[in-house]
């Protein structure tokens, strides 16, 4: 089982983004797919989940109107669109997958998302 995510990096305020979550080793199409992230001396917080299908969304206050999650299920993938991106976006930002049929969960190994000018 494998969840990795990629398309972090350096950005100005303003700028934006797309991190993108390869998932392998399971059948992402049965599991809800979010997106943590985690500041330096800062807890793991939710930014955005979405369902098995894709069909409904959810996003922390912090980042609504900026950010867009969205998902592929015959790429086994999902994407994190990211605009209008703040300093206070920077954290490492994690993929993780959730059963839709009992509490397993997956998580990805982060990728460095920097704002700053």
């Known amino acids: 089982v494998q969840l990795v995510e990629s398309g972090g990096g350096l950005v100005p305020p303003g700028g934006s983004l797309r991190l993108s979550c390869a998932a392998s080793?399971?059948?992402?199409?049965?599991?809800?797919m979010s997106w943590y992230r985690q500041a330096p001396g800062k807890g793991r917080e939710l930014v955005a989940a979405?369902?098995?299908?894709?069909?409904?969304?959810d996003y922390a206050d912090s980042v609504k109107g900026r950010f867009i999650l969205s998902r592929d299920n015959d790429q086994n993938t999902v994407y994190l669109q990211m605009n209008s991106l703040k300093s206070e976006d920077t954290a490492v930002y994690y993929c993780?997958?959730?059963?839709?049929?009992?509490?397993?969960?997956?998580w990805g190994q982060g990728t460095q998302v920097t704002v700053s000018s």
């Open positions: 993780s997958a959730l059963s839709r049929y009992n509490d397993r969960r997956y």
């Open positions: 080793g399971f059948t992402m199409s049965s599991y809800g």
């Open positions: 979405i369902s098995v299908t894709g069909g409904t969304t």
